[in-house]
């Protein structure tokens, strides 16, 4: 069975203080991963696709990575409105059906 | 203006009513989803649909059915609701050329 794992479930930072989000997973062919961002009350909002071993996306203070078991959201100098909940979805087939993980919640503070 | 809107945003019902969340997108979009939210167990697939004559369960339907009246709007719906079914419910879209998925701002239904 496919299995998304997000860690940690929660995470603390000061601003300016990096880190990195992991997400793992063990499923039968890998067809892309996908990063999400949710504010409390909001729907998830798109970031970043990953499609292959080694593969990089950039987005201001974020950088996603993908092995072929995990992939990491490093977060550089992290500012208070970065603050949300990060998910990662593995995409399995060619449907477009995406099997998200439990996310791992951020809070930046001054 | 929103691309994914989804009505109502909130709703509380009691058990055993029947009740019915919209969702509407402008975004030209082929495929539509719905999800369940629950703490601790991220987003969950109820139902998908490719176009208005294609309609797949998902990994939880039970309880759940879905009604695609346009390219544009799919609905979901609980014949009667059960407590359990108190989530945050999401919409989602994407394009057949592409499966990045664009959510709708959620509706929060509480069952009692």
């Known amino acids: 069975e496919d299995q998304v794992t997000q860690s940690p479930e929660a995470l603390r930072l000061q601003e300016g203080e990096s880190s990195s989000l992991n997400c793992s997973y063990t499923?039968?062919?890998?067809?892309?991963l996908f990063w999400y961002r949710q504010d409390p009350g909001k729907g998830p909002e798109f970031l970043f696709t990953?499609?292959?071993a080694g593969e990089e996306k950039e987005k201001e203070r974020l950088k996603a990575t993908l092995t072929k078991k995990e992939s990491f959201l490093h977060i550089t100098a992290p500012k208070p409105e970065d603050s949300a909940t990060y998910l990662c979805a593995v995409l399995t087939d060619s449907w477009g059906k995406l099997q998200f993980g439990a996310g791992t919640q951020v809070v930046v503070t001054p | 203006d929103a691309d994914v809107t989804q009505t109502p945003r909130n709703r509380i019902t009691k058990t055993g009513k029947r009740i019915m969340l919209e969702c509407s997108q402008t975004?030209?979009?082929?495929?539509m989803y719905w999800y369940r939210q629950d703490p601790g167990l991220g987003l969950r697939l109820i139902y998908y649909s490719f176009d208005v004559k294609d309609i797949n369960k998902g990994e939880i339907s039970d309880g759940y059915s879905v009604s695609r009246q346009a390219q544009a709007k799919f609905s979901l719906s609980l014949e009667s609701a059960i407590p359990n079914q108190t989530a945050l419910y999401f919409c989602?879209?994407?394009?057949?050329?592409?499966?990045?998925?664009?959510f709708g701002p959620g509706t929060r239904l509480t069952v009692t």
């Open positions: 975004k030209g979009h082929d495929r």
């Open positions: 990953l499609y292959s």
């Open positions: 989602a879209t994407s394009a057949g050329s592409s499966y990045e998925q664009y």
């Open positions: 499923v039968s062919g890998l067809r892309g």
